[in-house]
């Protein structure tokens, strides 16, 4: 039996209240209501499916969902599958590394996705045709581009094109990226 999982970690918000409060602090209680407390079974699938989105550069965060979800899944009978809803960068203090995450978490169960939402749109941009890096800068770059490049005063375009060959992985899975996925009659789709 599927069980669907949500969560908006911009902001904090999450579908439970002490799973919201558990990440504020930095970590998961091990007193967790019981799995019909934070779960719905929509969906005839053998496996759990949880839906991130707006994770915006909190790789901390972020690890700590994953890492629920790997030790949760644990005593599943199917790996999860992950359905990361977009803007993963940007604003937020380590791009890079929740880009890692999202790399990483799709190569370890394959049936997740990444649909791409706006932020990750423009940073494919940056890292490609350079056609909206001004619009890019005004919607968070500077934090993604301190994340991959370190601190700066100023980046060049040339900067993008280091990003672009020091993590091609990134690249890839921003160019597979989908704009929408479906299981069943749900779809995931970004904002």
């Known amino acids: 039996m599927a069980k669907l999982v949500g969560a908006r970690l911009r902001g904090h918000r999450f579908l439970n209240a002490k799973l919201s409060a558990a990440i504020a602090a ?18 005839n699938l053998p496996s759990t499916v949880c839906a991130i989105g707006d994770v915006h550069g909190r790789a901390d965060l972020l690890r700590l969902l994953i890492d629920f979800l790997d030790d949760q899944s ?14 993963i960068v940007d604003r937020g203090p380590d791009s890079r590394q ?3 995450i999202v790399c990483e978490t799709l190569r370890r169960w394959p049936e997740s996705r990444f649909v791409m ?12 045709s350079q056609l909206l890096v001004h619009d890019w800068l005004e919607r968070g770059a500077i934090n ?17 094109w280091l ?8 690249l890839r899975i921003l160019q597979s990226a989908s ?13």
């Open 179 to 191: 704009l929408i996925e479906r299981i069943g009659k749900y779809a995931f789709i970004r904002h």
């Open 117 to 128: 939402g706006n932020h990750d749109w423009l940073f494919r941009d940056g890292l490609t």
């Open 26 to 43: 930095q970590g998961f209680p091990q007193d967790l209501p019981s799995a019909p407390d934070r779960t719905m079974n929509l969906l």
């Open 144 to 160: 993604t581009l301190a994340s991959y490049l370190g601190d700066s005063d100023s980046y060049t375009f040339d900067d993008l």
């Open 163 to 170: 990003i672009k060959d020091r993590y091609p992985e990134h």
């Open 74 to 87: 644990a005593r599943a009978p199917q790996p999860p599958r992950v359905y990361f809803l977009g803007d």
């Open 98 to 100: 929740a880009m890692e």
